[in-house]
Structure formats: structure tokens, C-alpha cells
């Protein structure tokens, strides 16, 4: 086996590596150069310096897997490598430790002043009286996101003898009671904390988590820490917070644009900054390189590999599933409300002739996927979700009435329950149920508004006036009752999203009980 290594990644890999394959290490290779040499090689191990395109995939007549030594994959085309059979892996945990132990020093620099009083001492001012931290002993540390680092920032907080709460509606309640965390809401979350630390992906459900508003709903003594991602936090805001005396602190490992020499959260001493140096230990990047050879050689020795980001070969008879898979869960996740505690999956008609556990995976993956850092796909859905303790029950009927196949998710949580169906007609997705409702639409790529609402004449003009004032056009809408006049859901394809004023013009309509926006 024939192996490049394109970017700089620590001996500790290369030795795994050179133990079972030639190693050639070329660093700074030009497009064109990768381009010319890929042909000869079984894998190709990058970070984020080497760009591979669709033209170096196409060139690859060999290659078997792409390793990133790291988490983000935006330099590799993996539609590409996906079409062409390549396995994409990375090493999302591969950071864990170093980025939990970086959150707790940036929360211990924070409550001691450390950065200010090593820049007076170091400038000849003697001024302890100003300095005067606090303790972490008894304080409320609130963590948004429960995963790999989160529960690492958890373990090293009881340390302290810290009291903590943590928001993540994707983790099961025995999960968080082997941290020994009690699960809260979100505004409880924000309103109880004195110290908030981050650890979710950037995503579009989480872009903007912590605005103005929800700036407001902190103490006036809690601080924030971000070790996550850039984007999670509006950084104005947050710095005219500080400066307005709203909040105490805050510690900032990660921002919107990198790198960053210039921002308001700079103006501040009570706003500690750091380059991304959350990974930069020697221990992690260690850690990363031998994680990325050890997958690399199980993907070329045919054996599990549980970071793969591209899916593995599927029956053929089973491919139109998964795409409707992955559609029922993501819908179900954008509908769901509360602490998920359990998952039901049921598969009626022919489909449940078939081993389904790729169709589970996909179900997995569609649901858990705006909720994890590490990307989420058919290879470790069912790792990450068994990982989170999630409970999932599946049951196989061979009947199945009005339909050839029937794929069916019921989602429990502490507020309620979720059911959605859907199944495949002429190879494209159908949904076909929502909670109560019996319906038809046809994921497109667009935004749905799903409103449940008590018929009446007049109800679907009003949402029309809405939605035409603020020029986005309905592309269809489907209307699904219990009765004439009874409990009912309207469904609307809209070319653009509604923002939430809009949305909150349609809820305070006379007997609209809920409105969900959603993408599909």
C-alpha cells in the first residue's frame, strides 16, 4: 500500500502508518502537481492546507480513502469521492481533551483576572486591590451541547465542586444523569448560569444561539466561554454587554472571521482572547495524527471505520430509502420539542424484507445531525446515537395498508410526541404523515410552514395576506383535517423563509395554535 501525506501531521501518525504501507510525505505540492502524482497512491492524508477537487479525485485511479487529520472537510469535494467509492474519514475527537481543559483555563483566567494582572506586574504596577476575583466552588456552570467535549468540560468541572445544568434536547436523560448534569431548557439555562461554555456545531439552527435577546436573560455576573465555533454568539452584542455592564466577562477561543486581528471583543480586559488554540497541544495533535492513520488502515484493511463522513455501499433496492429516511428524521428533529426519551421506527410492506439498519443509520443521521459537531452519516449515526444513550426500539410489518412501504419514526420526548411517515413513490420522497395528519408533499430543497390550526373559512387568506406583504411566494399548500372545522394542519412550500416577526404575525391569528418553519 502506497500512502501521501500532503500537510504536516505529527511522527506519531507516520509511524502507525510506516509500520504496514510506503509513506511518502510531499508537503506544498502545487494543484496541478497532487493532481499529476495521486494516481499512485492508495490514500491521501491532508489537513487543511491541500485543497482536493473534484479534478484530483477524477486523477485518483487507486485511491481508497482521503484522511483530514482534523475536523473540517471543506477542502475535500466529497460528493466527488463519494461518486468515485473513496471513504472520506476525520478525526473529530481526536481534540476533546485538550479543548475541555483549554475551556476550564479560560474560565480560571477569567475569574482571576490572570491576563490583566501578568500584563500590570509585567509593566511594573503592584495592584492586587483591583484584582479581586471569585471562586468556582458553588457557581452554576451552564453547557450547551452535551457531546465529546461538553461531557469532558463536565467531568473536570465537578472538580471544582461546581453545580451543572446543560441544554442539549439530543441526549437521553440517563446520559445526563451519569454525568451527574440536570438537563434544563435553554432560557432556564441562560437564566440560572454563571458561567455559559459553548460546545455545538455551527449550524443553521445554531448560528446566532446567543443574540441581544438572549444576552438580556443573564445575570448581570455570569461570563460566557466560547471553545465551539465562530458565528455561536453575536460578538457585537456580546462585547456591548460587557461594555454596558449586562454580563461580567467572557473568554473567546473561536470567531466568525480567522484569523483576527482586529474586533470589539479585543477593546475590553473583561474579554479574554485567544487564536484557536483549543487543539494546539502537543498531546492532540499527536492524538489527531494517530487517529488518522489508524483509520486510514482500517478503511484499506476493509475493516468498521466509525469517522467516515461519506456512506458505504447500499443494496440497490434499499438506495430511494435512504433518502427518505434521512428526510423523516430531519423533519421529525425541526418539529420536535423537549428531551428526546425514546425512538420508535417502524418499517411496513416490503422495505422490512430487508436488513434495515442502513435505513435506521439514515433515520439517525437525518435526526441527530444539527445537534453534533462531528458529522453524522450511515457509517456512525448508531455509534453517536447508542454513545448519547438514546433508546431505539424497531419493529418490521409485512402488511402495510394503502402503501407498498412505510417508513414510520415516533419520536418521544418529556413534552410530547412526534410521528412522522413517508415513504417512495417512482424513486422520489413522500411525506405522508405529521403527528395526526395524513398528507402528501414532496421535499424539494424548500421551506415549509407548518401550521396547526382549528378550520375555518378564512384562515388560509389570512396567512396568504401575510406571507404577501412580505413578498414570498406559496409554492403549494396542502390542508389536512380531522374533521370540517375541527383540528387541522396547513402546510405551505414558500420560495424564501419567513423571518420570526412574520412568523409571529401568523401565530397571533385568531385559532392558530402552533406555526413550525422548516427546511426540507
Not at 175 to 198: C, G, H, P, R, W
Not at 443 to 452: H, K, S, V
Amino acid at each position: 500500500m502506497q500512502i501521501l501525506v500532503t500537510d504536516s501531521i505529527a511522527e506519531e501518525g507516520l509511524d502507525v502508518l510506516r509500520k504496514h504501507a510506503q509513506v511518502d510525505v510531499k508537503l506544498k505540492l502545487a494543484p496541478e502537481e497532487l493532481q499529476a502524482t495521486i494516481g499512485n497512491y492508495d490514500a491521501l492524508i491532508v489537513r487543511s492546507g491541500t485543497r482536493v477537487t473534484a479534478e484530483t479525485i477524477e486523477s485518483a485511479r487507486k485511491l481508497k480513502v482521503i484522511g483530514r487529520a482534523g475536523v473540517g472537510i471543506d477542502n475535500i469535494d466529497v460528493d466527488a469521492a463519494t461518486r468515485k467509492g473513496i471513504t472520506v474519514v476525520n478525526t473529530p475527537a481526536s481534540n476533546t481533551i485538550s479543548t475541555a481543559e483549554h475551556t476550564i483555563a479560560l474560565m480560571l483566567a477569567l475569574v482571576r483576572n490572570i491576563p490583566k494582572a501578568n500584563s500590570q506586574l509585567k509593566s511594573a504596577v503592584w495592584q492586587r486591590g483591583k484584582l479581586i476575583g471569585t471562586e468556582l466552588r458553588n457557581k452554576t456552570l451552564g453547557i450547551i451541547g452535551l457531546g465529546n467535549v461538553g461531557s469532558e468540560v463536565v467531568k473536570r468541572a465537578r472538580a471544582f465542586e461546581m453545580r451543572i445544568i446543560a441544554y442539549d434536547p439530543f441526549v437521553s436523560t440517563n446520559y445526563a444523569n451519569t454525568l451527574k448534569v440536570s438537563l434544563v431548557s435553554l432560557d432556564q439555562l441562560l437564566k440560572e448560569a454563571d458561567f455559559i461554555s459553548l460546545h455545538v456545531p455551527l449550524t443553521e439552527s445554531t448560528e446566532g444561539l446567543i443574540g441581544a435577546k438572549e444576552l438580556t436573560k443573564m445575570k448581570p455576573t455570569a461570563r460566557i466561554i466560547n471553545t465551539a465555533r465562530g458565528g455561536l454568539v453575536d460578538e457585537g452584542a456580546l462585547a456591548k454587554a460587557v461594555e454596558d455592564g449586562k454580563i461580567a466577562g467572557a473568554a473567546f477561543d473561536v470567531f466568525c472571521t480567522e484569523p483576527l486581528t482586529a474586533s470589539p471583543l479585543f477593546e475590553d480586559d473583561r474579554i479574554i482572547v485567544t487564536p484557536h488554540l483549543a487543539a494546539s497541544t502537543i498531546e492532540a495533535q499527536a492524538n489527531i495524527a494517530k487517529d488518522i492513520a489508524e483509520q486510514i488502515l482500517a478503511v484499506l484493511q476493509g475493516q468498521f471505520c466509525k469517522y467516515a463522513i461519506n456512506a458505504p455501499y447500499i443494496p440497490s433496492e434499499l438506495v430511494p430509502f435512504i433518502k427518505a429516511a434521512s428526510t423523516i428524521g430531519s423533519l421529525a428533529s425541526q418539529l420536535m420539542e423537549g428531551q428526546i426519551s425514546k425512538i420508535y421506527i417502524k418499517y411496513c410492506g416490503e422495505i422490512g424484507n430487508y436488513d434495515c439498519n442502513s435505513v435506521k443509520s439514515a433515520v439517525l443521521s437525518g435526526l441527530l445531525q444539527q445537534a453534533r459537531k462531528e458529522s453524522i452519516n450511515l457509517v456512525n449515526a448508531s455509534f453517536i446515537a447508542a454513545q448519547h444513550g438514546l433508546k431505539i426500539s424497531e419493529e418490521k410489518e409485512p402488511n402495510c395498508q394503502d402503501y407498498s412501504n412505510l417508513l414510520s419514526l415516533r419520536i418521544d420526548t418529556d413534552a410530547g410526541t412526534t410521528v412522522i411517515s413517508g415513504t417512495v413513490r417512482d424513486n422520489e420522497t413522500h411525506i405522508v404523515q405529521v403527528n395526526d395528519f395524513w398528507t402528501d408533499i414532496v421535499p424539494t430543497g424548500a421551506y415549509f410552514l407548518l401550521c396547526d390550526h382549528l378550520d375555518r373559512p378564512g384562515l388560509v387568506g389570512a396567512i396568504g395576506a401575510i406571507t404577501g406583504r412580505s413578498n414570498i411566494n406559496i409554492s403549494f399548500m396542502y390542508l389536512s383535517r380531522l374533521q370540517p372545522r375541527g383540528h387541522a394542519l396547513m402546510i405551505l412550500a414558500l420560495d424564501e423563509p419567513l423571518d420570526e416577526q412574520q412568523i409571529q404575525e401568523i401565530l397571533a391569528l385568531p385559532d392558530i395554535h402552533t406555526v413550525k418553519a422548516v427546511k426540507l
